[in-house]
């Protein structure tokens, strides 16, 4: 399955200035009952510009906030909406913070009514901040405990780079405490805080404490019992200062308890009441990942599984924090690639943005499940800014992934790829083995690729490559062979494949490793996707295409009956890894052969080798032989009534003409023709019915049926079906010749393809063809009408033939019987001939000296004479031309074997019995003659 092209959700607005701004995007939460749910929106921060909110769900700019022009963010934004308690009204309140050209925390308020009737009431406030020059990294939102005073619910939390952390009021009046935790700054001149999550505490009960009863007591402090008192969880990763590659290892997870805290005693409180300490988790390192570039490193929390996600740009890594000691549970890790963002989007699955392609990869299997090409994702979502494409959040209800391409945001949707259903709760796993097949990533590439040092095992088992000298045989053939591809060059191509196979190339039924010719058919054909149809910038077929067509290659690939289309698909989808080949559509084989060679010289030699050709392809070569017969014959039909009005003093010119550069000649036309017809037959009928009708029109159904019913009569199995006489038959269009089954059946097949309504459309009446004129039209229909009065007759005169043919069965079947009895006795005195002796005693002669044949009114006749008759002995009935009673042949031998009537048992006889019977064998009749 395909990766549709993006949606595009909005233009961002440009960054003031263009060299050093930057755009950061958020979450938008709601908040009800002190419970923070994900909203369908993000809240986008522009330096120099605005803080915006766009709808993902329903594409649209929510509301927007204008800032200062010299105003540059430090971090994402993060904003929230409810609904106030006992009013009508809904308050959005949106918090970033802004490093130039002081560092503030900024807050915009906007209060709507309910109805909607009135104009939004908006305001803003600023924290400036005095105690630090660090920027802030992380703004985000913790719950605070019930007071009947306060009208927010909850407060904010904000870290600056060095570690410093500070909780303020809703409206930024109020700065509860400002701290740099000691277990922060024992590291804070070695490492700087490079992002924050924010976990509530309900959800790291489930998850992220279930394993850990100590961390939640020790989180929860002197609470006793659970309730809105309930702290936040904080976590802070940090990263070396000033490292450019960082080892996984030197990243240090600090996890802190935020307790909820009110106004009347945030005052007087001690560290580990503003923020209680839990551990510090290490990263465990990962095999193939040394060092990564620090710029790059992306890092996300999901809550719902106490997942640490990091996404870097050679794959993407999931570490398990619920764990005593935290675990890699999964990771996806491609070292010759390099991706601009990798995002999460269930336990299996992750997206991400490469170089070539965008694709969404199952990290269990290893495997590409969906992907598109990046110039597509361009093209698709009509971008023009220029920068990396960056995945930036990921809704799973709605299937949606949000992505920034310079200052485009678009949508990927991945709901038919996640089976996400919006009544349902609990989402099945999408990740399958059955789905990762043949879409492994990296497990050819190396095999096929010379320069690659990846020469796994399993790969030279495959190739059965034993020996170093082997191995580098098989590396420089792969390298000419590239190197002819590359160049075009047929020749040198057959020379190498000469070279490794041998100069006489293994002939058919001989053991050639497929993985070898999988491998000279990914040189041989390639393929390019191309948009289902014009103006849609869905790409979701593939053409297929040859590249090269070296002919002794491809004429021993077609004798070993390698050169399918099923061998060509599996060697194009292991050459285009990690991408995945888009459906090829129907006939595509067909069409790759048509486009390399019009001649049809390669085409009909694929046709007359063992390959087997599904029906849609072979119904399809009918379809492109047809309209090439029919052009042909269309052509030299006018030519030639042109040269016998004398319109014409040069045909030759006037055929080139019409053919124009056209090199195929009938020959070969009706020959692939007529092989194609064989083919097809050899399928079942019933698919071949279905083939016809989807591949071929009305129209060329018609033609089919013309030229089965001109094979039936030049075939000899039948008389002129025409009055007039037919167009002069040439020997190319009957050859190679037709059996009277397989004109039968398809003549069959092609009507049963038509259907009635195509049989009903045919008359003169239901002709509402737009595109031919009425002349046209009216003769086409009138056309019809003759071969379905054309057919009728013959259908008629063929019940009549096997009307006469019953009957002169039944008077000659007494004749055919003793003919058979005859003939099986010849065959067996034949074998066992008598010597010389035996005939000089006996003067018996043989079955097959008793048959002579006369030539009566021109016809050759078998007469059957009587022992010691012959063509001038006895005549009528006494010349041997009456059958006997028992119409049974005479026989004059006597078995030297019987079987007991009663037990069944065969005996051999004894020569006196032999004498016996010989000797007591008579004639059936006895004829005397009377001489008067």
């Known amino acids: 399955m395909d990766l549709q092209a993006p949606s595009v959700l909005a233009q961002l607005p440009r960054p003031l200035h263009a060299a050093t701004g930057k755009t950061r995007i958020g979450d938008v939460y709601s908040l009800a009952d002190a419970k923070k749910r994900k909203r369908y929106e993000v809240a986008v921060a522009v330096d120099g510009e605005a803080v915006n909110i766009y709808n993902v769900q329903t594409p649209k700019l929510v509301t ?30 949106t918090y970033t913070a802004v ?25 803003s406030s600023a924290a400036t901040v005095t105690d630090s020059k660090s920027p802030i990294v992380f703004v985000g939102i913790v719950p605070s405990a019930a007071d009947e005073e306060k009208a927010d619910p909850f407060d904010i939390l904000a870290v600056h780079k060095d570690g410093r952390v500070r909780r303020l009021s809703s409206d930024l009046k109020t700065q ?81 308890s935020v307790p909820a805290t009110s106004k009347s005693d945030s005052l007087g ?50 570490i ?26 269930s336990p299996q699955s992750v997206i991400a943005a490469g170089q070539s392609i965008v694709a969404v990869y199952d990290t269990q299997y290893q495997s590409v499940q969906r992907s598109i090409a990046t110039g597509d994702v361009l ?13 930036i959040n990921f809704f799973a209800k709605l299937g949606v992934a949000v992505a920034i391409k310079g200052n485009t945001m678009i949508a990927f949707d991945l709901s038919s790829s996640q089976n996400i259903s919006g009544s349902s709760l609990k989402r099945s796993r999408d990740g399958f083995l059955i789905d990762a097949i043949g879409r492994g990533i990296g497990s050819s590439a190396a095999e096929w690729d010379p320069t690659s040092k990846k020469h796994k095992s399993e790969n030279l088992a495959s190739l059965r490559l034993t020996s170093p000298e082997q191995v580098e045989k098989w590396n420089q053939f792969t390298k000419a062979v590239a190197d002819a591809t590359n160049s075009k060059d047929a020749k040198k191509f057959d020379k190498a494949v000469l070279a490794y196979f041998g100069p006489a190339l293994p002939a058919s039924g001989t053991y050639v490793n497929p993985e070898a010719t ?22 979701s077929t593939s053409q297929l295409r040859i590249t090269i067509w070296p002919p002794t290659t491809c004429d021993w690939l077609i004798r070993l009956g390698h050169l399918s289309m099923d061998n060509v698909e599996v060697a194009l989808r292991r050459a285009i890894k990690p991408r995945i080949l888009q459906p090829l559509p129907k006939g595509s084989f067909i069409q790759a052969l048509l486009d390399s060679d019009p001649s049809l010289k390669q085409i009909n030699q694929v046709l007359d080798g063992p390959v087997l050709l599904t029906s849609d392809d072979l119904a399809y070569s009918l379809k492109v032989f047809l309209n090439k017969a029919q052009s042909h014959s269309a052509t030299l039909e006018d030519t030639a009534r042109a040269l016998t009005n004398g319109d014409l003093s040069t045909p030759t010119q006037e055929l080139s003409r019409h053919l124009g550069d056209e090199p195929a000649t009938l020959k070969d036309i009706f020959k692939g023709l007529n092989t194609a017809i064989q083919k097809i037959h050899s399928q079942p009928l019933s698919t071949v019915v279905q083939a016809l009708r989807a591949t071929l029109s009305r129209m060329e159904l018609m033609a089919l049926v013309h030229h089965l019913r001109l094979s039936l009569a030049t075939g000899g199995h039948t008389f002129r079906f025409t009055e007039n006489p037919p167009t002069p038959i040439t020997h190319d269009q009957i050859t190679p010749p037709l059996s009277l089954n397989t004109i039968i059946d398809l003549i069959t097949a092609s009507v049963d393809a038509i259907g009635p309504s195509g049989w009903i459309s045919a008359l003169p009446t239901s002709s509402t063809d737009d595109v031919m004129s009425d002349e046209e039209t009216g003769a086409a229909a009138s056309q019809e009408m003759e071969l379905i009065a054309d057919m009728k007759s013959e259908v008629s005169a063929a019940l009549a033939g096997v009307e006469e043919a019953t009957y002169l069965k039944g008077i000659l079947r007494e004749f055919l019987r003793f ?51 012959g063509e001038d002995g006895l005549d009528g009935e006494a010349g041997g031309k009456m059958l006997p009673l028992s119409l049974k042949a005479a026989s004059t031998e006597v078995e030297r074997t019987k079987v007991k009537k009663s037990t069944g048992e065969v005996k051999a006889r004894s020569s006196r019995e032999i004498g016996y019977l010989r000797r007591k064998a008579v004639g059936k009749y006895s004829f005397e003659r009377l001489l008067v």
């Open 176 to 256: 509860r405490w400002s701290v740099q935790h000691s277990e922060i700054a024992k590291s804070c001149t070695t490492h700087e805080v490079h992002t924050c999550f924010v976990v509530e505490f309900d959800d790291a009960k489930k998850v992220l404490f279930k394993r850990r009863q100590d961390l939640a007591t020790l989180a929860l402090g002197d609470l006793t019992s659970s309730g809105t008192d309930e702290p936040s969880i904080l976590l802070v990763v940090s990263h070396p200062t000033g490292a450019e590659q960082i080892s996984l290892k030197d990243v240090r997870v600090q996890m802190f």
């Open 518 to 539: 999988l491998f000279l058919l990914s040189k041989i054909f390639s393929s390019k996707d191309v948009p289902t149809a014009a103006g849609i910038k869905s790409f």
């Open 320 to 345: 398990d924090l619920s764990q005593y000691s935290p675990s890699v549970s999964s990771q996806f890790i491609l070292g010759d690639e390099h991706f601009s963002s990798v995002m999460r989007i």
């Open 269 to 318: 409180l001690d560290e580990s009441q503003q923020l209680r300490y839990l551990q510090t988790i290490s990263i465990p390192n990962l095999n193939g990942l040394q060092t990564a570039n620090s710029n790059n490193l992306q890092w996300s929390f999901h809550s719902g599984s106490a997942g640490l996600n990091l996404s870097f740009e050679h794959g993407f890594v999931n």
């Open 99 to 123: 490093s130039k050209p002081e560092h503030q925390i900024k807050c915009f308020v906007e209060e709507t009514g309910s109805n909607g009737s009135i104009a939004p009431a908006i305001s």
């Open 379 to 391: 093209s698709g979502a009509g971008t023009t800014g220029q920068g990396s494409l960056t995945f």
């Open 819 to 869: 003919t058979n009895t005859v003939a099986s006795t010849s065959t067996a005195k034949d074998s066992k001939a008598l010597t010389n002796t035996d005939a000089a005693e006996n003067a018996t002669p043989t079955p097959s000296q008793l048959v002579r044949y006369e030539h009566i009114n021109g016809a050759e006749v078998m007469v059957f004479t009587g022992p010691g008759e």
């Open 64 to 93: 927007s906030y204008a800032v200062p022009p010299q105003s540059t963010f430090s971090c994402r934004p993060c904003s929230v909406r409810r609904k106030l308690l006992n009013q009508s009204a809904v308050k959005r309140q």
